[in-house]
């Protein structure tokens, strides 16, 4: 026998707009989903800044060909960045690069030691204000990283991917090079020198120019931040609720060992697409030219398709409750 409350539609139909007002507001907070397209596992690291609460996790393993997701509250801000090269010995745990220096998988609310590539998130305070995020070279470069916004329901603004493609590890100048050849260091990093690192008389816009090590960054990586002031064409928005894929080696770059041994001592700036076989149409090669219009990427239709059938629903029970009434 059919249950009481379903000789009348107006139940259903009530748990319908929830259904509704669900899909619409699309839940709280922000996805961050990690993917590790590298030829060895990585270790990705998290640190919440000052402020604004941790994550589920500070730091994990993430085996090749693996992906994990974690929520980010609305507001949060912070960086992520990949551990390469990480081992257990005699009871002391670390890393040969991205090393946070807990001992442990966990950071536990350290930061990477430099050289690290860094991807760096303000989340905006409500659905109404806009993301803000980069990938930042300036504490130097340890792998290739891409960062994809994919928006829900109301996303907007350029929501661009970006990143950096280019394994520069194999064409880092002899005096960057760092960890036996696994990670390629910033100027700053390895001069200390004041208009290397922005700081003192060099603490402006205005004094603090593009080295020629950034210009070599930023013509490898042209979406990435090369320098302390290279925000014009290196911090990107979405406005409305996304979330976002973080992906280590996204065009299956060779191992971190296997880059090592291949890579030589020429100091020449790399041509913009560092020797990959990038397709005119493909987000890669956006990356690779910095064009922010081919780069957008599509948000998901598993969402919009959800919404179109609870419409759906929704106004053949008000047709139904009608028909029932009259």
């Known amino acids: 026998m059919e249950p009481s409350w379903l000789s009348s539609p107006a139940p259903v139909l009530l748990l319908t707009l929830h259904l509704l007002v669900f899909l619409f507001h699309g839940g709280e907070g922000t996805k961050f989903t990690f993917v590790n397209r590298c030829g060895e596992t ?19 393993e993430l085996p090749v060909a693996s992906s994990r997701s974690f929520q980010a509250p609305t ?10 090269g990480c081992s257990s010995t005699g009871g002391s745990w670390s890393c040969a690069t991205g090393e946070c220096g807990s001992g442990q998988v966990e950071c536990n609310g350290a930061g990477a030691a430099p050289p690290a590539t860094l991807a760096e998130f303000t989340l905006a305070p409500s659905s109404a204000g806009q993301d803000f995020y980069d990938v930042s070279l300036v504490d130097g470069y340890n792998l290739p990283m891409v960062v994809e916004a994919s928006g829900r329901a109301g996303a907007s603004g350029e929501c661009a991917a970006t990143g950096c493609v280019v394994d520069l590890n194999r064409m880092c100048p002899v005096e960057l090079r760092a960890a036996q050849g696994e990670a390629c260091r910033s100027a700053c990093e390895a001069f200390g020198t004041p208009e ?4 003192g008389a060099f603490a402006s816009p205005a004094t603090c120019r593009p080295s020629s090590y950034s210009q070599m960054f930023k013509a490898a990586c042209p979406r990435s931040y090369s320098y302390a002031f290279d925000d014009p064409t290196s911090t990107f928005t979405c406005a409305g609720e996304a979330d976002y894929t973080i992906t280590f080696c996204p065009r299956s770059a060779p191992s971190q060992k296997a880059s090592r041994e291949s890579s030589t001592s020429s100091t020449s700036t790399p041509k913009a697409t560092g020797g990959l076989t990038l397709d005119d149409d493909s987000w890669f090669a956006s990356l690779a030219t910095g064009d922010a219009t081919a780069a957008r990427r599509a948000g998901p239709r598993l969402h919009q398709s959800l919404l179109v059938v609870a419409t759906t629903v929704a106004c053949a029970l008000l047709l139904q409750s009608y028909n029932i009434n009259a």
């Open 42 to 60: 990585v270790w990705p690291g998290i640190l919440s800044n000052a402020g604004t609460p941790q994550l589920e996790s500070t730091g994990f």
């Open 75 to 84: 507001g949060w801000s912070g960086r992520f960045w990949a551990r390469t």
């Open 196 to 199: 290397y690192c922005c700081s």
